[in-house]
């Protein structure tokens, strides 16, 4: 006869006594020191939320709630790991027993001791993207879908597809209704691969990182006594950045804590900026309705920013019809004026940022703290020109620059090939993405093609180069025509389209154009292409169709690609271990700056249809996430702000320079609360 004995970690006793009205502002400690049940604390841009987190923690371990009772869910690790060392901090000993992490750790967690009840076994593999795209490619396969016969999602795309479904609990075909539309008569074989994908990853003991709460979540719906056994383990949920949660991670919540109410959420409506990813405005705005009797904290004193730029943060808020009232006032003392900067076109923008940066330095500001805030990547095309001429360094917040993105790089290579058809990389990156070829054949089609140049005569820097015989001959694509022999049979279509694209760029009229060039490979199947293999198809055509706009100022095509190629060199140089530089200005869109904050901050293109953008201006949701967006662009500055705009901006096609409108967020706010700078050459 045997008996199981559990060995309870040693957990020394908690005896803080924090005099918290002493250590927190008076909002904060409310929130802190709130009695048990629903609370909603709405912590303003740069108010203290991670210090009112980490004191409401030490403040029930006061009250006598066992660490291993609490449960701190987080949205990055940076996060997790940040909240738990302050705790640590706090405490001055680690708490090995209180539950924190990201939602996915913490499921992670569970789903490992019941893993049984799932069909699964505790030493499940978690797949990453990569895997999962392999996983996913498998299905297709197996499914015998024609994917030459019709334009098929790739497996990456698919997956994006997939983790939508799931993180705003839609079905596939709602999906592909509302963000792939062009993919909706595929709907039903799309949830077939599904159906294939889920049953592969139970056959092979794997879990996808959206299964980590997918299955949680049925764990819980499934199995009373599990649901009932960590209803009753977790007295009391604390909730980061709740405004961010998805439609799966709210439920989540919700049935947690169905059974002593004793959850506290912490967020910021006004900064809800990631409906594209699944991120649910309304958990937030609706919490008290779901939760009656909810007790709602306001933390509005902001510590980071300048009375003067809370001014305008709060203006730029106001005009949101669905949002919890709140007003910011500052902590700090005085400072200069946010300043609104009316500029002639996009290079004078770029130009007066890369001087102002200058002076800036001059005056004690470091690069590094100073942030170029953008809607688009495309916003900062002639900034990144600007900034690569006058040599200030600068890094990118994604890490990829716009000219180093594939789309980008994909699309020039074919005016690199036009100009220069000896140009075998842009050669072989362009076959390698027809259906059906990779490295060796790319390479054999290269030895093929390179020999038909030779005899057509294209291999010649004055072929086409405006004799009369090139109008009607297009040597690039009478030797591309010779070389289909060569191709795979499966490439039969798009090899004819290749051929044809590149008669088409070989004209007189347009081989000296780079826009028009450019607009021609879009056209002709490279949209198509994108579709099928990237789920932010929309934001890469934009990035092309913003490139040939750009493109419009170079004189001729040479000139525009001898420029694209110094600053991707450049680039790749700044990138050298015996090269880096700590002082770069930051460039990065507002999204991905969120959580950030600098000493001076510029906020570009703030025009009408660019910020906003064009896409959100067709729903009151699209339009109030857009400010929110500026609003949180706002808060990043410390010191100094700087809202730009341009008067003129090259358009896509045919339209030429065309006149912009502020954007409409600049009008809703009180012209005396900004100083205006007029731009004026030097005499």
């Known amino acids: 006869m045997s008996r199981d004995y559990v060995l309870q970690p040693f957990q020394s006793e908690v005896h803080l006594q924090i005099d918290y009205a002493r250590e927190l502002n008076e909002q904060q400690c409310a929130a802190v020191t709130a009695p048990p049940g629903a609370a909603l604390v709405i912590a303003g841009a740069g108010s203290g939320k991670t210090r009112t987190l980490t004191y409401r923690v030490a403040y029930l371990l006061e009250q006598g709630i066992p660490a291993d009772r609490i449960l701190l869910l987080t949205f990055t690790n940076k996060a997790a790991g940040e909240m738990m060392r302050r705790v640590t901090d706090l405490l001055g000993h680690e708490l090995a027993a209180l539950w924190g992490g990201t939602f996915h750790s913490i499921g992670n967690r569970i789903l490992r001791q019941h893993a049984k009840l799932l069909g699964y076994e505790r030493d499940f593999t978690i797949l990453d993207r990569d895997d999962a795209k392999h996983l996913i490619s498998t299905c297709v396969a197996e499914s015998e879908i024609d994917v030459k016969a019709t334009r098929f999602p790739k497996a990456e795309v698919l997956g994006d597809i997939f983790s939508l479904a799931v993180n705003k609990q839609r079905s596939v075909r709602e999906v592909l209704e509302k963000e792939y539309g062009y993919f909706t008569e595929l709907a039903e074989k799309i949830e077939d691969i599904r159906q294939r994908y ?23 719906n499934d199995h009373a006594d599990v649901r009932e056994h960590y209803q009753r383990r977790f007295q009391f949920i604390l909730v980061d950045e709740y405004q961010d949660t998805n439609k799966l991670q709210s439920d989540l919540i919700d049935l947690l804590a169905a059974r002593t109410k004793n959850v506290m959420v912490v967020g910021d409506d006004a900064q809800s900026i990631y409906a594209w990813r699944g991120a649910n405005f309304l958990n937030i705005l609706k919490f008290p309705e779901r939760y009656p009797g909810a007790k709602v904290y306001k933390i509005e004193t902001n510590y980071r920013s300048t009375p003067e730029i809370l001014e305008v943060a709060n203006a730029a808020i106001a005009a949101n019809v669905h949002q919890f009232a709140k007003q910011l006032t500052a902590a700090r003392k005085s400072g200069a004026k946010p300043a609104l900067v009316v500029c002639g076109d996009g290079a004078q923008q770029a130009a007066f ?71 075998e990389l842009s050669f072989k990156r362009i076959v390698q993405l027809l259906p059906g070829v990779g490295g060796k054949g790319a390479e054999k089609l290269w030895r093929v093609f390179s ?36 191709a795979p049979k499966k490439t039969a279509f798009t090899w004819a389209q290749f051929t044809a694209t590149l008669a088409q760029l070989e004209a007189d009229d347009v081989r000296n154009r780079a826009g028009k060039m450019l607009e021609l490979v879009i056209e002709a199947g490279y949209d198509e292409y994108l579709k099928e293999n990237f789920a932010n198809y929309r934001s890469r055509i934009e990035d092309l169709e913003q490139l040939a706009a750009f493109s419009q100022q170079f004189a001729t095509v040479e000139e525009f690609l001898t420029q694209l190629a110094l600053l991707t060199n450049v680039e790749a140089e700044a990138d050298q271990p015996a090269n880096r530089d ?38 009151e949701e699209g339009e109030e996430e857009e400010r929110r967006l500026f609003y949180v662009a706002v808060t990043r500055a410390r010191n100094e702000l700087y809202l730009t705009y341009p008067l003129m901006r090259a358009g896509y096609g045919n339209s030429g320079m065309t006149m912009q409108q502020p954007s409409r967020f600049l009008n809703e706010i009180p012209p005396e609360l900004l100083e205006e700078w007029n731009m004026r050459p030097y005499a």
């Not at 889920?198 to 819980?220: E, Q, S, Y």
């Not at 180069?465 to 009478?478: K, V």
């Not at 507002?590 to 896409?615: N, T, W, Y």
Request: aromatic share 6%; hydrophobic share 40%.
């Open 353 to 423: 940022i890369a001087q102002r940066v200058l002076e800036l330095r001059e005056e004690g500001v470091d690069l590094k703290q100073t942030a170029v805030l953008y809607r688009s990547h495309f916003h900062a095309l002639e900034l990144q020109l600007e900034l690569t001429r006058r040599n200030i360094p600068f890094s990118i917040t994604s890490g990829i620059r716009f000219f180093e993105q594939a789309h980008i790089k994909d699309a020039t290579a074919y005016l690199k090939l036009v100009h220069n058809p000896r140009d």
């Open 451 to 486: 020999v038909q140049c030779s005899e057509t005569g294209a291999a010649s820097t004055e072929a086409g180069s405006g004799n009369a015989e090139s109008t009607t001959r297009a040597p690039l694509a009478t030797a591309l025509q010779k070389c289909s022999a060569h």
């Open 198 to 220: 889920i049953g592969r990853k139970r056959a092979t003991n794997a879990m996808d990182f959206d299964d980590l709460l997918v299955l949680w979540l049925k764990l819980l």
């Open 582 to 619: 700590d002082e770069k200005i930051r460039l990065s869109t507002i999204h991905q700056a969120k959580g950030l904050e600098f000493d001076v901050v510029f906020v570009i293109m703030l025009c009408d249809g660019l910020f906003p953008s064009e896409r959100s201006l067709g729903s």
